[in-house]
């Protein structure tokens, strides 16, 4: 019986389901909604029932991809985060060096991995929504609203990312704190192909081929993805333009140059000095002082055939040249670290978006740790035995050597600081050079003389004239001591923050002090603080360079109160110590007085008040005060002699006052060793733990996988700036039940540390594809419910839903990070990524798909696609010209004076609910145009 009515009621198009023989349920009528998430008779549920619960279950749905994508977020930091090592021939001290470079470029990484990251719900339900028309086989026009929603819901999260996330983070600073973006060449790269990108869509959809994808436009616009990162990596690189004339991006982004800024070329910066064949005093002689032809032909560049001019006398190398260019190597990969990444820009969003996650889902707020690779962080293995024999066995024959060379000097030159700090205001700093005689110097006997001279006439062969140049370089300075000095960049830079300076140092006898003067320049960009280098080179003969033969020059900001944190972060005593001075610097300015309190906290040791109480050590705690100008301090701490070997304390940096910053390195780990093989102890594991820099991938796998569970299930409150965690709040309690049931699913995704990220990569971005698919359907149930055209549910709830987490974590990178990239430089990157990867690859699968098929054409439904795009273009191109006008007259794209910042902010904002407001209403045909 049941199944003759099921059969009938089929027949006639009603919706039948059946439970075998415990009955069916026949839907009555034309009107009903289809999904593969219906459950049994929800059709015939009141209206206004299914369309609460579609927009409750959607915003629940949300909290899961937000959740998820975290987790996709950090695989991803986890890949961009690898490092290798590579070998490079140094030209200065004709080395190879070895060095350890990120595999990821910080620019490629975040225009693909990391906007991926950002953007994947969006993409993900493009072409979920594109692949099930596909498999249906619905048929598309161009009043239809099919596949619409991926569509607008990326038009709809471009237009809240740049207008409503912009305005919230120029709003978000505090009042008088400008920030700039750093990376303003590539934000600018960015920007235009983010416009680029919606008037492409209406070149395909509108223009060219109405309501309709051709092969090759899907195969451009999913190939514009590669071209974009191309070209954001050439303008961060500055085209590698050495020497020659860069393109208009470059000249439009020099005058906002600045440290840390986009990476412009100096021929003269520490980066070049290895690579570039220009003599140096050649480029002097065209920007600063004239050196002498003796320095011209020691920096005579190679040949034609590449080969250098043999016949030139070497000269003697300044053996310090290593060490300054090991430091300007690690500063280097340090700036690649800030620009480059990771841990780097690309990852600051990132980290900023998990701590934003972890505080909304109730979870532990721990600030995140830096991500290295295992290969840098283990330790290498000991040399064996014999190898270690040789080693002593080479090292006395060179300090035999050493000696035998020392006794034929006549003396030494070298700086008489090896540091000195000018404040930025200052014109002019005078650097003292001395010549120091040898007290052991042996003159050499005429035979000696004689065979040296032979040699040097079989050196100089037939060429007289470099002989000619040497005999009247060597009579010019015959009867004085001499050696050449020159500046090297650092994070300043010559001609633009103090003026380049090169030349010769003579000595006349009974002279022991020379000085060097080098003009400071002054300019407008606002900085910190920033170094240069004076360097000592090719002393005279019979003379040799001292310590120090390096100098490094500080000029300092006054209009900054400083960063204060600790020297270093790990010390170990000496075999019987007493007391152990901690250094606290104040780094990036020194104007006015400042204070920072410090305290003392047990790890292993145990603290006391006296040294006879069986304590290791006297507990201490107090407030350092640093008067203007001060640049460092200095906290002792008592160690009693009964001490325990091995035992570790720590001293904590907290509550900065007076406008100072507390620093990253805010403590230090001291281990009271009371015997030589203390530092190599196995207690360095316990210690690296305490720091906080123990590697999660060391640990076993389901190690991991139950330390996911545990936090999933743990409810954590804030933690204070002394480290200590908080009583979790009643909203950390509910948002923890709320999201419960998401974060124990998820624990089964592989810890992101295995497989090198992979794994956790690969099944993340199922899970939010599955979720996404889910969010397609219940958007489809509730505009059947509502009569909510696709168009609006796109631009309005589904775009809040899914860039929400991206909001608040811009927020808090606008207030706590130093500068705007963090915040806002990775908006137009990301808009540009969702229509070339969120659009293209859907399209390429329907093209692929027809042609395998043999169908028809690729349409697309354009239903009120074309007014939202022009509308977004418009908007969009007036809001990036908010923030270059802002950051032409205030100075910073976020913050700033209280009145410029309100109208520019919620300017912004208001151009958001003008452009939801009119797309809606155009949606409906209730705006007449």
């Not at 016949?311 to 090991?326: F, H, R, S, T, Y």
Request: hydrophobic residues 40%; contains cysteine.
């Amino acid at each position: 019986m049941s199944t003759n009515i099921s059969q009938i009621a089929a027949d006639q198009g009603y919706k039948v389901a059946e439970y075998g023989d415990r009955g069916l349920i026949i839907e009555f009528s034309s009107e009903t909604c289809d999904s593969w998430i219906l459950l049994p008779g929800e059709n015939l549920w009141p209206a206004w029932v299914r369309g609460t619960l579609y927009i409750t279950f959607m915003f629940y749905l949300f909290i899961g991809i937000a959740i998820i994508s975290d987790i996709f977020m950090g695989a991803i930091e986890v890949i961009t985060s690898k490092k290798k090592i590579i070998t490079r021939f140094d030209k200065v001290t004709n080395e190879a060096v070895t060095k350890e470079v990120l595999v990821w470029n910080e620019t490629v990484a975040n225009l693909s991995l990391m906007a991926l990251g950002s953007s994947a719900p969006e993409i993900l339900l493009a072409f979920v929504e594109q692949l099930g028309i596909l498999v249906s086989g619905v048929k598309i026009d161009h009043t239809s609203e099919e596949g619409g929603l991926g569509t607008f819901t990326i038009i709809g999260s471009a237009a809240f990312n740049l207008l409503v996330i912009t305005g919230i983070c120029i709003l978000s600073p505090e009042e008088g704190v400008k920030k700039k973006i750093d990376q303003f060449g590539v934000f600018c790269t960015t920007a235009i192909w983010s416009v680029f990108a919606y008037v492409w869509i209406l070149i395909v959809l509108d223009l060219n081929t109405p309501n309709k994808v051709d092969t090759w436009e899907a195969i451009v616009t999913f190939l514009f993805f590669p071209m974009l990162i191309v070209h954001a990596w050439a303008q961060d690189n500055n085209w590698w333009c050495i020497g020659k004339k860069a393109p208009f991006m470059i000249k439009l982004v020099t005058s906002q140059k600045k440290k840390g800024q986009v990476p412009m070329f100096h021929p003269g910066s520490s980066d070049n000095i290895k690579s570039n064949d220009k003599p140096k005093d050649v480029e002097a002689a065209d920007e600063g002082p004239k050196v002498s032809k003796w320095a011209a032909l020691r920096n005579q560049p190679e040949t034609e055939n590449g080969d250098a001019a043999k016949e030139q006398a070497p000269a003697k190398p300044n053996p310090w040249v290593k060490l300054l260019d090991k430091n300007a190597e690690q500063q280097e990969e340090n700036n690649d670290q800030i620009r480059h990444s990771g841990p780097t820009t690309a990852l600051a969003r990132s980290r900023f978006r998990h701590a934003v996650l972890s505080s909304m889902m109730g979870q532990r707020r721990v600030t995140p740790k830096l991500i290295t690779s295992s290969a840098s962080s283990r330790s290498t293995k000991p040399a064996p035995k014999i190898a270690a024999l040789v080693e002593v066995l080479r090292e006395a024959r060179r300090k035999e050597t050493e000696l035998q060379r020392l006794s034929q000097i006549r003396g030494f030159f070298q700086f008489k600081q090896k540091m000195y700090n000018i404040m930025h205001d200052r014109k002019e700093l005078v650097i003292d050079v001395q010549y120091i005689p040898n007290a052991s110097y042996r003159p050499k006997s005429e035979d000696e003389k004689s065979h040296d001279e032979a040699a040097n006439e079989v050196t100089d062969g037939d060429d007289g004239d470099i002989t000619s140049l040497i005999q009247d370089f060597q009579s010019t300075y015959a009867d004085s001591n001499f050696c050449h000095f020159s500046t090297r960049d650092g994070s300043a830079k010559k001609n633009i923050d103090y003026e380049a300076c090169s030349g010769v140092l003579e000595f006349k006898a009974g002279e022991t002090l020379k000085q060097i003067k080098i003009p400071i320049l002054h300019n407008d960009v606002d900085t910190r603080q920033e170094e240069f280098n004076v360097l000592l080179e090719s002393p005279s003969k019979e003379t040799d360079l001292g310590d120090p033969s390096i100098c490094t020059v500080t000029i300092l900001d006054m209009s900054n109160h400083g960063v204060i944190s600790m020297e270093s972060t790990r010390y170990h005593s000496d075999p019987d110590p007493a007391e152990v001075s901690v250094t606290v610097k104040r780094e990036g300015g020194c104007d006015g007085a400042v204070a920072i309190s410090y305290r003392t906290i047990d790890a292993t040791a145990i603290g006391g008040t006296g040294q006879n109480d069986n304590s290791d050590y006297i507990k201490g705690e107090g407030t350092l005060w640093f008067r203007h100008g001060e640049m460092s301090k200095d906290i002792d701490v008592t160690i009693n002699p009964n001490a325990q070997n091995h035992s570790t304390l720590i001293v904590a940096l907290q509550k900065p006052l007076l406008g100072a910053t507390l620093g990253e390195d805010c403590a230090m780990v001291i281990t009271i060793c009371k015997t030589e093989g203390c530092r190599e102890s196995r207690d360095e594991a316990l210690l690296a733990e305490i720091a906080g820099n123990y590697e999660d991938e060391d640990k076993p796998l389901l190690e991991a996988y139950f330390e996911q569970f545990t936090n999933a299930l743990t409810m954590g409150g804030e933690i204070d700036e002394d480290g200590e965690e908080e009583e979790p709040t009643v909203g950390d309690l509910i948002m923890h039940f709320i999201s419960l049931f998401w974060k124990v699913l998820f624990s089964l995704v592989p810890p992101r540390f295995f497989g090198s990220g992979y794994p956790a990569f690969v099944i993340s971005l199922v899970f939010i594809g599955i979720l996404t698919a889910v969010v397609e359907q219940i958007a489809s149930l509730l505009g059947c419910v509502w009569s909510m055209k696709r168009a609006v549910a796109g631009i309005t709830l589904v775009a809040l839903g899914t860039s929400l987490p991206d909001t608040f974590a811009s927020r808090s990178a606008a207030i706590h990070d130093d500068s705007a990239d963090a915040a806002i430089g990775n908006i137009t990157g990301s808009n540009s990524v969702n229509v070339f990867l969120g659009l293209g690859l859907p399209w390429l699968l329907a093209v692929i798909w027809k042609k395998v098929d043999g169908s028809d054409e690729f349409l697309v439904g354009t239903f009120n696609l074309r007014f939202c795009v022009i509308l977004f273009v418009i908007l969009a191109c007036f809001a990036i010209m908010t923030l270059f006008m802002r950051r032409l007259i205030l100075g910073g794209e976020l913050g700033g004076p209280k009145i410029p910042k309100y109208i520019t902010g919620w300017l912004c904002l208001g151009l958001w609910f003008t452009y939801i407001t009119v797309a809606s209403l155009k949606a409906y045909d209730m705006f007449p145009i």
